[in-house]
């Protein structure tokens, strides 16, 4: 199977960069949060991984994809009293979700 390498969001620090370490005062007697880049990723937001050819093919088209064709899945749901949705628009063409914070969700996650 062969494989290409891409930059993706850091998992340890979800792409923030920087994670909170300790709480400190400053001489005027503010408290504040001190930050450390993170330590996989050295700071720089994003990581290497591996992806199978199949998989980087669907990242391309999904690149190129205009999401015209797009469908809602999910509903709402009442559990122990609380009402909550899983609710998400996907591309019909593509297969991505739309409401997702990181576009490429649906790549597989096997090494």
Not at 37 to 53: D, H, K, M, N, Y
Not at 75 to 89: F, N, Q, R, T
Not at 97 to 105: G, K, M, S, V, Y
Request: proline content about 6%.
């Amino acid at each position: 199977m062969i494989k290409i390498q891409i930059l993706d969001r850091c998992p340890h620090c979800e792409g923030k960069a920087y994670l909170p370490i300790a709480e400190d005062t400053n001489d005027k007697g503010e408290k504040y949060i001190r930050h450390l880049p993170c330590p996989v990723c050295q700071g720089t937001g994003s990581a290497p991984r591996w992806i199978s050819l199949a998989d980087f093919l669907t990242l391309l088209k999904s690149v190129q994809c205009p999401h015209t064709h797009t469908s809602i899945h999910g509903g709402m749901h009442l559990a122990a009293g609380e009402v909550w949705d899983d609710i998400a628009l996907y591309c019909d063409d593509c297969g991505a979700n739309l409401d997702r914070d990181e576009p490429f969700d649906f790549l597989s996650t096997e090494s």
